[in-house]
């Protein structure tokens, strides 16, 4: 804050001294201490105080950034969702007209017998066994 050298210092005790004589300068000199301590203490206040605002205000911008960030990854997700619901649109329509294009097939005549897959008609038959595979006991 204040800067005096010590021959600085020197010269200023002995105006004091001639001023002041030695009954008042020791008095002078608690009173100076004390203004001196009451300037520092206000300066390291406002010092601390601004360093908090300062570091509030880094805060902020640091809480902003991310808050941007953020929007900007969320606006990506809505576009990526929209896209992905637009293509499974067009894929739903694509399958939809495919079925409602396919010919539908001819009724059955009443007088032709129904015809019947045998693979999905009959229940499969077990294997049979052989006579090694039979447990003799």
Known sequence: MFEFSSGELLVIAVVALVVLGPERLPKAARFVG???????????????ELERELAAEEL???LKAAQDNLR???????????????DFGQVRDEVRDAVEDRP????????????????????QAPPKQRDSDVPTG
């Open 34 to 48: 004390m203004w001196v301590r009451k300037a520092r203490n206000q300066w390291n206040s406002v010092r601390d």
């Open 60 to 62: 902020k911008r640091e």
């Open 72 to 86: 900007k990854a969320e606006e990506e997700i809505r576009q990526h969702t929209h896209e992905a619901g637009h």
């Open 104 to 123: 539908a097939p001819p009724p059955p005549h009443p007088d032709e017998p129904v015809k019947v897959n045998p693979d999905v008609a009959s229940p």
